[in-house]
């Protein structure tokens, strides 16, 4: 599944529209950076195999998201760092090897019409991108306008933090007892195949309300989790419903919903409740990794073939 994405589509919260937008924000903004985009310009995002891709002018190009192997006109250039590619050529992504999420950027971003003031493609109300809906065969994307930047590559490897999954209490996390906390908290989970750009299902410990999964539908955001009657976990993520009406134990931290959204189907994860003082520090520090990540990108000469 490929789809265009940009920053995300803001302020329609209320009219139930979700920002959409990469699942990994920080992937896809490096891959922006690395052919001298604006922060918010429209890529590629792909899951798991990024297929190919034909070039109607000279661009540079970046990947980002994990490891994969990158094939243009025959020859392999790294991800993580730009290239350049002639008009005409091909270029083949294969299967990403420790990741979800890929972010295919191209300099002067994908051009699409702005749907409600962005590009980000929302796939159940099937808004902007390329008609609302994922790329297929013979799909033809236009392009923005060269900026003319040189070559960009990483100063050292961006790698997020190796910890477990922060989260804060959910606003209905008075609705479970220590015992469902317990488990949550201090048990492993194992991300299922059952994901899209919607929500993340676990498995793992049952989860049980005592005062009732059901609740008056309220807000949601990227990173609730909900407890359904199953009592499986459910993570909402960048096409979730504004609205939800199973209790939310525990949310996200913004910082740590990349790192959750990569985690590969059958690995596990493990939860770690904070305060929200120190989510609010996790999420400084890890914006200020980004922004010197980015900083530090130098000039870098062609890969080799």
Not at 64 to 87: C, K, M, N, Q, Y
Not at 103 to 116: E, F, K, Q, R
Request: charge should be positive; include cysteine; aromatic fraction near 6%.
């Amino acid at each position: 599944m490929t789809t265009v994405q940009d920053s995300g589509r803001r302020g329609y919260l209320r009219f139930g529209v979700s920002a959409s937008g990469p699942m990994d924000a920080a992937a896809f903004a490096i891959a922006n950076a690395l052919v001298g985009n604006g922060p918010g310009a429209a890529c590629l995002e792909f899951a798991l195999t990024g297929g190919s891709f034909e070039l109607s002018r000279p661009a540079r190009l970046a990947v980002t998201g994990g490891s994969l192997e990158i094939v243009v006109d025959g020859r392999r250039v790294p991800a993580w760092r730009a290239f350049h590619a002639r008009a005409g050529a091909r270029i083949t992504l294969g299967a990403l090897r420790d990741a979800v999420w890929g972010y295919l950027a191209v300099s002067g971003g994908i051009d699409t019409v702005p749907v409600m003031g962005s590009r980000a493609t929302h796939l159940r109300s099937g808004l902007g991108g390329l008609d609302g809906r994922s790329l297929r065969p013979g799909d033809v994307l236009p392009l923005g306008e060269e900026s003319g930047a040189p070559l960009l590559a990483l100063a050292r490897p961006f790698r997020p933090r190796s910890a477990p999954i922060h989260v804060v209490p959910g606003p209905q996390a008075h609705f479970f007892d220590a015992d469902a906390w317990r488990s949550l908290t201090r048990e492993p989970f194992r991300v299922t195949s059952k994901r899209d750009r919607m929500a993340m299902i676990l498995e793992g410990p049952l989860l049980s309300s005592a005062r009732g999964h059901d609740i008056v539908s309220d807000g949601t955001v990227m990173g609730s989790i909900q407890i359904p009657p199953s009592g499986h976990p459910v993570i909402l993520m960048a096409d979730r419903q504004t609205t939800g009406g199973y209790a939310k134990i525990a949310t996200v931290i913004t910082c740590d919903i990349g790192r959750l959204a990569q985690t590969v189907s059958r690995d596990p994860i493990a939860f770690r409740p904070i305060a929200p003082e120190a989510a609010i520090a996790y999420e400084r520090e890890a914006r200020m990794r980004l922004r010197e990540a980015i900083s530090d990108l130098s000039p870098a000469p062609e890969p080799r073939t």
